[in-house]
């Protein structure tokens, strides 16, 4: 594995300077090049799923029942595409709130120098998971319009504790996901390893993530916490509820109506989504940011 990342100096003492040095310490060791490590030659295996068949929306259901194995390992796999789309739209959100937020801060700091080697992983992220997506054989999903401008609005002007927290509650229910896909020798070879990929360096994300949203905090009085606890409801909400599009039903050769159906109503991966993300909420919980009114999102989202 080569990295292009240079081990940083040592500079300065803050506790948010030793976080960042050995995120940056961690890059300079631990960094993929999705290019050489995933195999993109090799032609798709549709014997295999796209992503854990437990994963799937429709798991657990009776139209689940119904379908053959090869239409349920189709699914999976456009579902996983989708997945993955929806993850370069909110990892083109994150790059630009980070970089608005090191915009004029010192860059020979520690801190920047690991917020700008951050921005440069999800790059190759995004290019990743657009190439695993294309050889899904999936289209481009992209989220509905309300959401692409909501997502608009909110990279142009959350900032803070309300930024960081929202990157963070994305990243860790990709991580739940893609922890057990990773690991799943049902999933298709080429999906493992960019699920390995993106699990190990966006370990370093959420880490620089949750510091940053405690570092935020600190001394924060009441209603900024009631706001920014609310935004970042919000902004889960919406990610959480956009990473599948209902498209991939149709896609998958489903009836997309009944599919749509089924799917909200799914008991099973209404708590597949709960207990992935029992530890982000008691993250969210000990910081203050788990109010009544952004509790009625995360429970929308299903969340909590």
């Known amino acids: 594995m080569a990295s292009s990342t240079v081990r940083p100096s040592t500079q300065g003492g803050s506790p948010e300077g030793d976080v960042a040095r050995r995120l940056l310490d961690s890059a300079a060791v631990l960094a993929y090049d999705p290019a050489t490590e995933v195999d993109w030659e090799t032609p798709l295996d549709r014997a295999y799923h796209g992503a854990s068949p437990e994963w799937s929306t429709l798991y657990g259901t009776a139209y689940w029942q119904e379908l053959s194995e090869e239409q349920r390992k189709e699914l999976t796999r456009q579902e996983a595409a989708s997945v993955a789309s929806t993850g370069i739209w909110f990892e083109m959100i994150l790059q630009q709130m980070v970089l608005r937020d090191v915009y004029a801060k010192d860059p020979t700091s520690t801190e920047v120098q690991w917020a700008l080697t ?20 999936a289209p481009a999903y992209r989220p509905r319009r309300w959401a692409i401008e909501l997502g608009r609005v909110f990279k142009s002007v959350a ?131 788990l109010t009544k009114p952004a509790l009625v999102f995360y429970k929308r989202a299903n969340l909590i």
Not at 118 to 137: Q, T, V
Not at 230 to 254: H, P
């Open 118 to 137: 951050e921005i440069a992983e999800e790059c190759r992220h995004s290019i990743m998971f657009a190439r695993g997506a294309e050889k899904l054989g």
């Open 159 to 289: 900032f803070g504790e309300a930024a960081y927290a929202a990157i963070l509650v994305a990243e860790e229910v990709l991580d739940v996901m893609q922890r057990d896909w990773m690991r799943d020798e049902r999933v298709v070879p080429f999906v493992r390893t960019i699920n390995n990929i993106h699990v190990v360096e966006e370990s370093r994300h959420m880490k620089f993530a949750r510091d940053q949203t405690r570092k935020r905090l600190a001394g924060a009085g009441r209603a900024r916490r009631e706001i920014n606890a609310l935004v970042t409801a919000i902004a889960s909400y919406v990610i959480v509820t956009s990473m599948v599009n209902r498209k991939v039903y149709a896609n998958a050769g489903l009836d997309e109506e009944r599919a749509v159906a089924e799917a909200k109503a799914n008991e099973h991966h209404k708590s597949m989504m709960r207990s992935s993300c029992s530890g982000l909420m008691e993250f969210l919980a000990s910081c203050g940011l």
